[in-house]
């Protein structure tokens, strides 16, 4: 067997053997039988909890040899092992289908059954119509498919809060509304509006937000079709309240729903205007309050520090800073006899921890995942049958804040049968007592303060005198569905020994660990009861050696503990998190060492299934920067940072970056949850905000960043072939666009927010969203044609044509062959959407070079959104050198300069910035280039004609002073990897297709004149034409500075020379 030369410290060389081995050479399929493994379920490994009657059931089909190629399969379900292994499918059999798909998607609503273990199998047949033995089996267990089948009931702890806030608008006259569901059709006859006084933001300010005019609306539906007005005060100003409440009395009424809608905003001290209330009651005739606790809807909001939609039904008249103690929950219960099978369905809001007889189950932090919570809150399922015991039991719940904007609460069912098949349940109910933790403080942005002298030992234990606690107070559910928790969890992943501790002031010790990382620290310490240790956490340092925490804003990021004196004590945070590489320690008992703080990595555990590498130490530290930027920036949303007081999910940064998180981590699962909040929070009208959730930026978002969501998508889609993903996004994606072709008739759309945002250069605004409206529409064309909507895919066709004849008329301009004021990204975004006209495509990229090369010198001026499309457009317009010196120069502005600044993930900015604002310097958007990295450094693309590697490409860009490059990426179907290097007389190419796939394989020729190719030692390419007979190599064309074969799957080693 031959093997290139491989790189010095590379794995890919194992790598090689091992694919070599397991693919085989030369060897014909159909000499070695297929099997299938790998099975998964919703994209996960025996998945303990899924909620989904239709999951999808994916698998690699294996077979040794070249052009192997899945031609059926065939998939059992049984609801036990025993009936699986004795053949007997009693849930499922598809029986033979001809297909060579291997993730499918199967209706088994009526079939599945709640709380219940399922077993699977998969046979397989190749392209001969060999079959295989059926694989192993494979299992996956259902949640509570129906909402009915919840009995517990939502428990809570007391709480605070300021009230409803709106979004923020610069216009007083801007119409917001906020509405109420009574649940029912009830009768009413008054309406009482408490005028907020917030604890914090602009404090002390009786009457804040109260609307200037506004009117009251009844009505039975929900869209207010015919409603009644119940109150109008939109004619003129009304006075502001201050702290009276504005009660508005009127004839009874009937309805289901009632409305304030606000036609003219309050203005605070900024100028900003809004509407904000307290409390909105709706009174019977007796005085009752039919809309405590309802659910409330409104146009939009603010969702943080204090205030939310909920917070106007939450009982609350006045605002009340939110408790800032952790609550504990607790109850025993008895078990009459051995356990057979035990599953908990647990959930809390922000935040929860499951205790059972004295340990806490499972491995999860932060849980449950940050959703829309108003829509959608997901459980988790444990099997907890080997931590119960017969006789007294005691379970326990501790709630921390998280991202919930009220009282925190949680709903638990624990499902027991006992081994003569009794089942019973202990849920959360009113027999459950409250008390209080050690946990005095806990915010995502401010820290953890752990008073370790109020632990009450053996809370969680049988036997525990809980009697001074508390009675338990119930409340309405929180959100409209309970959905299983189906993508990873968010865990500690790995923990990271210090790399120096100094000491830059008397009593203040600072750690470098020397990676930017999001997590907290593991503290041991010993030292007398009551003696505080605070750590302090930041990115970057002052020159003095302290840490310096200015660009976390108003974040604290401080964690405290509280010592009890009781020897060495270890402390952990529960309910936080920070982004950081250095923590100060002061108040330490004595002089810390490098044991007394070990980093914990906290992040969703997202497990890596790609590898790049290349001779350019430069490329791999930006490679090395990009992958911990995005994998710490996964905290069950993709955030855009883990440090300042932000961390939201900012559709723009999660689009551009998209890529990076499909070519280098096991996405599909985390992916599929994301899409799921962006359908949830996506408005009636179709409309996508900025941060989904949406707490900050504005809703509609801008354009670009809203065309995330079907980036993503159409992204997902080409990396899984996963066609049930289409089915499910295609009605809201065309939603979206829709709603832009109301707003832009004329193909132009104007609105914008952020630009080529933290570009060098400004690119104009509404260039961008004109092509973002294109890049929308052109994605929802082709989702159209891959789901057989062909009278919307001729219509969305004709829509691009009118956009693109728009955006050329509006923004070219012929006598400079230039598009907008000609910055890289005005010149960049049109080619890269291939809307330039044919005519002036070759000006109009000799444009972009001599910008890039002769006004910026070899450098980029691009921001978030340049930099993820100019170095695809500068090698697919036949520039890659030139993308190569824009990646690699190490001087401002670009990647390299951040590496010369120490940076270890990758910044917010191209500039180096320590102060206060928005610097933050673990950012994952220019992190983006990680993903070109494989594209065309490595050269492996996924198609969208037949996605999830079904066929794809490997075409490898040579550029620059690059000797050899590799990339291996862990697919759908298998493993695919590419390996390229300069020799002394030419390049050889290794790559690897994986069974059930085909490739183009561009063999780069780097300007050698009529070269010769082999493979394998066999010349394949020779004196301009294709030479047939080596197995799995069907075709070979030139392709000008590759000469491309057509493959099946295999290892192959092409070696070209003059």
Not at 256 to 278: E, H, I, N, S
Not at 527 to 544: I, N, Q
Not at 593 to 612: A, E, M, N, P, S
Not at 690 to 717: C, F, K, L, Q
Request: proline share 6%; charged share 20%; with cysteine.
């Amino acid at each position: 067997m031959h093997m290139i030369d491989c790189l010095s410290g590379m794995t890919f060389c194992i790598l090689s053997v091992i694919l070599a081995t397991a693919l085989g050479i030369h060897k014909a399929c159909a000499e070695h039988r297929p099997t299938a493994s790998r099975l998964l379920v919703e994209y996960r490994e025996n998945p303990m909890g899924i909620d989904t009657v239709e999951p999808r059931f994916s698998w690699w089909f294996i077979q040794e040899g070249r052009a192997c190629r899945q031609s059926a399969y065939q998939i059992q379900i049984s609801d036990s092992l025993e009936a699986l292994n004795a053949g007997e499918a009693n849930v499922c059999d598809t029986g033979k289908v001809e297909s060579n798909a291997s993730i499918v998607a199967l209706p088994l609503k009526e079939r599945l059954k709640s709380s219940s273990r399922y077993w699977w199998r998969v046979k397989v047949w190749d392209a001969n119509g060999i079959e295989s033995e059926f694989s192993e089996p494979a299992w996956f267990e259902t949640g509570l498919l129906d909402p009915k089948e919840w009995q517990g009931m939502w428990l809570m702890a007391p709480g605070g809060g300021n009230g409803y806030h709106s979004a923020l608008t610069a216009n007083a006259d801007d119409t917001k509304w906020v509405q109420i569901d009574l649940g029912e059709t009830r009768e009413f006859s008054s309406i009482r509006l408490f005028p907020a006084r917030p604890y914090n933001w602009q404090e002390d300010t009786p009457g804040f937000g109260f609307p200037v005019r506004y009117r009251l609306e009844a009505s039975d539906s929900p869209e207010f079709v015919e409603p009644i007005l119940l109150v109008d005060k939109t004619s003129e100003d009304q006075p502001n309240p201050g702290e009276q409440p504005v009660e508005h009395k009127f004839e009874a009424v009937k309805a289901r729903y009632v409305r304030l809608t606000a036609t003219r905003l309050w203005t605070r001290l900024d100028g900003q205007k809004l509407f904000a209330l307290a409390e909105m009651q709706v009174l019977a005739a007796d005085g009752t309050n039919l809309a405590l606790r309802k659910p409330v809807k409104a146009l939009d909001s603010v969702e943080e520090h204090g205030w939310s939609t909920s917070q106007l039904t939450e009982g609350i008249t006045k605002s009340i800073e939110e408790p800032k103690i952790a609550p504990l929950f607790r109850r025993e219960f008895h078990l009459s006899g051995p356990v057979r099978r035990a599953r908990a369905y647990v959930t809390g809001l922000g935040y929860y921890e499951l205790h059972l007889n004295g340990c806490k189950v499972g491995d999860r932090v932060l849980d449950p995942p940050y959703t829309v919570f108003g829509k959608r809150v997901l459980y988790s399922v444990y099997d907890v049958t080997d931590m119960l015991r017969v006789g007294r039991n005691a379970i326990g719940v501790i709630l921390g804040r998280g991202w919930f904007n009220r009282s925190p609460r949680f709903i638990l069912q624990l499902n027991i049968e006992y081994d003569d098949g009794s089942v019973t349940s202990v849920v959360s109910d009113d027999r459950w007592k409250r008390g209080k933790s050690p946990i005095l403080e806990n915010s995502l942005y401010h820290g953890e303060t752990y008073d370790a002298r109020l632990e009450q030992p053996g809370w969680d234990l049988p036997g525990f005198d809980d009697s001074s606690w508390e009675e338990v107070e119930a409340c309405p559910s929180p959100t409209e569905r309970l959905s299983c928790e189906m993508i990873q969890p968010i865990r500690v992943t790995e923990t990271i020994e210090p790399k120096s501790v100094t000491c830059p002031k008397e009593g203040v010790w600072v750690y470098d660990f020397g990676q930017n990382f999001s997590g907290w620290c593991r503290l041991t310490v010993s030292g007398p009861a009551g003696t505080k240790v605070r750590m302090r956490h930041a990115e970057v340092l002052y020159s003095d050696g302290t840490v310096n925490q200015e660009n976390l804003r108003s974040a604290r990021a401080t964690d405290t503990y509280i010592l009890k004196g009781s020897g060495v004590e270890v402390y952990e945070p529960r309910f936080t998190y920070h982004g950081f590489r250095y923590v100060q320690i002061e108040g330490f008992p004595g002089q810390p060492d490098k044991k007394t703080l070990l980093g914990c990595v906290v992040r969703t555990d997202l497990r890596q299934i790609g590898h790049f590498e290349c001779s350019n130490a430069l490329i791999n530290q930006i490679q090395h920067n990009a992958v911990w930027g995005y994998k710490t920036n996964w905290h069950s949303i993709p955030t855009d940072c883990p440090q300042r007081d932000e961390r939201q999910g900012w559709m723009g940064d999660a689009g551009v970056a998209a890529e990076v998180g499909l070519y280098n981590f096991d996405m599909p699962a985390a992916f599929n949850k994301f899409l799921q909040d962006i359908q949830d929070q996506q408005g009636e009208d179709g409309r996508i905000p900025d941060t989904v959730p949406h707490v900050w930026g504005s809703n509609p978002g801008d354009p670009m960043w809203s065309a995330a969501y079907p980036v993503i998508v159409w992204d997902m889609y080409r990396h899984t072939g996963d066609q049930t993903l289409l089915t499910r996004h295609y009605d809201s994606i065309r939603r979206y666009v829709e709603m832009l072709a109301l707003e832009a008739p004329d193909g132009i759309l104007t609105r914008n927010n952020y630009g080529d945002w933290v570009g060098v250069v400004e690119t104009p605004k509404d260039l961008i969203s004109t092509g973002a409206f294109y890049y929308v529409t052109s994605i929802l064309k082709e989702i159209a044609r891959q789901t057989g909507h062909f009278k919307d895919y001729r219509r969305y066709r004709s829509l691009c044509e009118k956009i693109a004849e728009a955006f050329n008329s509006r923004f070219f301009h012929p006598e400079s062959n230039s598009y907008g004021n000609g910055s890289q990204f005005s010149n960049a975004w049109p080619l890269y959407l291939g809307i330039v006209p044919t005519e002036h495509k070759k000006s109009v990229v000799e444009n972009l070079i001599k910008d890039i090369m002769v006004s910026h010198k070899g450098h980029l001026s691009v921001g978030f959104l340049g930099a993820r499309y100019l170095p695809d457009v500068l090698c697919n317009e036949g520039y890659p050198d030139v993308a190569y010196t824009i990646v690699t120069q190490e001087d401002y502005p670009g990647w390299g300069y951040m590496i010369a600044n120490g940076a270890t993930t990758i910044w917010e900015l191209w500039v180096l910035a320590v102060g206060s604002g928005m610097n933050s310097h673990n950012h994952p958007a220019f992190g983006s280039i990680s993903a070109w990295f494989y594209r065309a450094v490595a050269g492996i693309v996924p198609r969208h004609d037949r996605g999830g590697f079904e066929y794809f490409d490997i075409k490898p860009f040579l550029m620059g002073d690059l000797k050899e490059a590799q990339a291996s990426v862990e697919t759908v179907r298998g493993i695919v990897s590419s390996h390229w290097k300069r020799t002394g007389d030419g390049i050889v190419l290794e790559v690897v297709i994986p069974p059930n796939s085909q490739a183009a394989v561009w063999v780069p020729t780097s300007g050698l004149k009529n070269p010769t190719v082999t493979e394998n030692m066999t010349e394949v390419w020779k004196n301009g034409r294709f030479v047939p007979g080596v197995a799995g190599i069907n075709a070979g064309t030139d392709a000008g500075s590759w000469i491309k074969f057509e493959v099946g799957s295999g290892r192959y080693v092409f070696r070209v020379s003059s």
